[in-house]
């Protein structure tokens, strides 16, 4: 179902959205177009908590449909989208945490699933790649790729979790499958294998 700009008050598309978002729906921002509206007065904090006027937004049910309808733009920044309206969000870092992993199988045959802090599962692979940065003070910093340019940050307990199975396999250079690609964990290594 593709919701489409309607004489429908804004309180009535806002709960069209959130039963779409209820029931697990990707909702396709991707195709909403509206003119710019301005700037939420919204912003994701580095460690993944969702900001309304300066306070924590504490509903979880409203931080998943907002992260629903979160889209990246072109330019790099970030924007709430309806079919009605787009505006403006800050984002520190990554507007997703991968709060935990899971793998399945083993060597080439294993997935890794990735739960957001949205509840979300991202299955790593080719088209949601795992890509470990290198920031200035020299720790690693790993990104999944969600979705149409967004990124979760993947948590430290994570992410030492599935360096310590990448050591003990003895990858050169160390890294995992996932999905059928091969993610380094060292930057400026090869994509994938």
Known sequence: MSPEPSSESPADRFAEL????????RLPVEQWHPGHCGHSDMRIAADGT???AGSPIGRRELVKLFSSILRREPDGSHV???PAEKLDIDVEDAPFVAVEADCEGEGQARRILFRLNTDDVIACGPDHRLDVRVAADGT???YLHVRGGLMALVNRPSFYALADLALAE???PPGL??????FPF????DDAA
Do not use: C, E, I, N
Request: proline share 7%; hydrophobic share 45%; no cysteine.
């Open 140 to 142: 690693p910093r790993p």
């Open 80 to 82: 709430l989208v309806t």
């Open 170 to 172: 003895g990858a050169q």
């Open 186 to 189: 060292m930057q400026g290594s």
């Open 177 to 182: 499958w996932s999905g059928g690609a091969f």
């Open 18 to 25: 959130l039963a779409l978002s209820r029931a697990g729906k």
């Open 50 to 52: 969702w900001f309304h």
